[in-house]
């Protein structure tokens, strides 16, 4: 049987901009906030937990829109489901709590963002802006 994992990514949406976190590290390499769930949480319950415990936001899961879900198998034969949500509440006075991980959190262009996320975060930033802005705009 495969081990599953499950993690929530939190899409969050100023215009054309989006809010990644940059990792330490010596390559620029982005995340989008949020974590791996608890044995006893909703996808929604984790991401409003992670996104606290990174960046100090207070999201409730009517902030929240689901957009969708992607499943990989790992190389130690684990399932793992990432759970993408949206939110286009207005955040403000981000600040990195978490800094063994993160340098800073950054609101940037999308199309900037992508060549510094990893492919699942990359075709769903691509997927969210290319197929829901047409709708608004």
Request: hydrophobic letters at 35%; proline letters at 1%.
């Amino acid at each position: 049987m495969l081990n599953k994992i499950d993690k929530s990514r939190l899409i969050a949406v100023k215009k054309d901009k989006i809010l990644v976190l940059e990792k330490i590290g010596i390559k620029k390499k982005y995340s989008l906030a949020g974590g791996v769930k608890k044995k006893k949480e909703t996808d929604y319950q984790s991401l409003i937990r992670e996104t606290f415990e990174e960046i100090g936001l207070e999201l409730k899961k009517k902030d929240l829109t689901y957009f969708l879900s992607r499943k990989n198998t790992n190389k130690e034969r684990q399932e793992i489901y990432k759970h993408y949500f949206i939110t286009i509440k207005p955040v403000k006075n981000i600040e990195v709590l978490e800094l063994h991980k993160f340098k800073k959190a950054l609101w940037i262009p999308w199309y900037d963002a992508l060549e510094y996320l990893d492919k699942d975060d990359r075709s769903t930033i691509t997927l969210y802006f290319d197929q829901f802005r047409k709708q608004i705009n």
